[in-house]
């Protein structure tokens, strides 16, 4: 009887750690939503919505691992289900001192863009993070429609731009540069201070200032 109980005891154990998928979301349409819970359930991965809101840190897709156990093949299926519903999905990781996202646990973070999101595009930001340290610091100004480059000699360039599914896009001939949006916080001489970051997600051949993040620093 004794051992039959602690074999119990075992499966259960077992069973409760059982990776998780804790799925976060806002500003998802009824269609949106319907798409990802069809999606959600399609996997093997049981999952948990939560109550809680989208770190304002994150980008509009996130996928949080942890270190001590990653699910390649299960990551691959939710970014994936990210990418069908239009999205571009960053991984980020956290330390198995996270008891919340340890044992394969995964957080899944998803947000659509909200009317005041598609309006908050700074009037100017500064390249950054460049491929090529020549192209860091250039100014880009925000029209109405265009993005205006001003490159290294003082050369301007006019290319169009639109917000779409939560990106920045800036088109460039026949084809396109995309940035996801983020608002980290940056070390100054004056310490800590807000940004409007645009990392951009792909790497084009040319032209190489294209391989720029897009940042403006607020100093208060």
């Known amino acids: 009887m004794n051992r039959m109980y602690i074999w119990c005891v075992l499966l259960l154990l077992v069973g409760c750690q059982q990776p998780t998928v804790y799925v976060y979301t806002e500003n998802l349409d009824a269609q949106q939503q319907a798409q990802l819970d069809l999606a959600l359930s399609a996997q093997r991965l049981p999952y948990k919505y939560t109550q809680l809101s989208v770190p304002r840190e994150f ?97 301007p360039v006019s290319l169009k731009w639109d917000y779409l599914y939560g990106y920045l896009v800036i088109y460039y001939k026949n084809y396109s540069q995309t940035y996801s949006h983020s608002t980290p916080y940056v070390s100054t001489p004056f310490g800590e201070k807000p940004t409007d970051t645009y990392r951009y997600t792909i790497r084009v051949n040319q032209p190489s200032w294209l391989n720029c993040s897009l940042q403006i620093v607020y100093m208060d």
């Open 59 to 155: 980008g509009d897709a996130t996928l949080m691992l942890s270190e001590d156990k990653i699910l390649t093949e299960q990551t691959e299926i939710l970014a994936g289900i990210m990418q069908r519903l239009g999205y571009q999905p960053e991984i980020k990781y956290t330390t198995a001192a996270n008891h919340f996202y340890n044992h394969g646990n995964i957080g899944f973070y998803l947000k659509a863009p909200s009317e005041e999101d598609e309006i908050s595009l700074p009037n100017r930001v500064f390249t950054t993070h460049c491929d090529e340290d020549k192209f860091n610091g250039l100014m880009v100004t925000f029209t109405e429609k265009h993005a205006e480059f001003v490159l290294p000699g003082g050369t």
